[in-house]
């Protein structure tokens, strides 16, 4: 089983940026696509970025497009996000999960809090 440790969060102002990290065990990490996943309060969890197990290909949700950017170092299973003219309503707890299947492979992390004042 992977373990998934998410770190990097913090209070910002809008407009503002934060870089995320997720450190992962095991050897499947540089062989699995990743993604990062958040879930603002009330809400259910949605996946907002992924990248594929080379870093070749990256896919975002419309509504970080060009805010966020996914990448990842095998060499350390580390997956990042760097998320740059923050808004309030990217408030959420962050989690990065791999993805298989458009599914999360493993269990979840504690996550990583996101907080962004208006």
């Known amino acids: 089983q992977v373990q998934l440790v998410e770190s990097g969060g913090g209070l910002v102002q809008a407009g503002g940026s934060l870089r995320l990290s997720c450190a992962a065990s095991g050897s499947v990490f540089s062989i699995r696509a990743m993604g990062w996943y958040r879930q603002a309060p009330g809400k259910q969890r949605e996946l907002v970025a992924t990248i594929s197990s080379s870093g070749g290909s990256t896919n975002y949700a419309d509504s970080v497009k060009g805010r966020f950017t996914i990448s990842r170092d095998n060499a350390k299973n580390t997956v990042y996000l760097q998320m740059n003219s923050l808004k309030p309503e990217d408030t959420a707890v962050y989690y990065c999960?791999?993805?298989?299947?458009?599914?999360?492979?493993?269990?979840w992390g504690q996550g990583t809090q996101v907080t962004v004042s208006s």
């Open positions: 999960n791999g993805v298989l299947a458009g599914r999360p492979s493993w269990s």
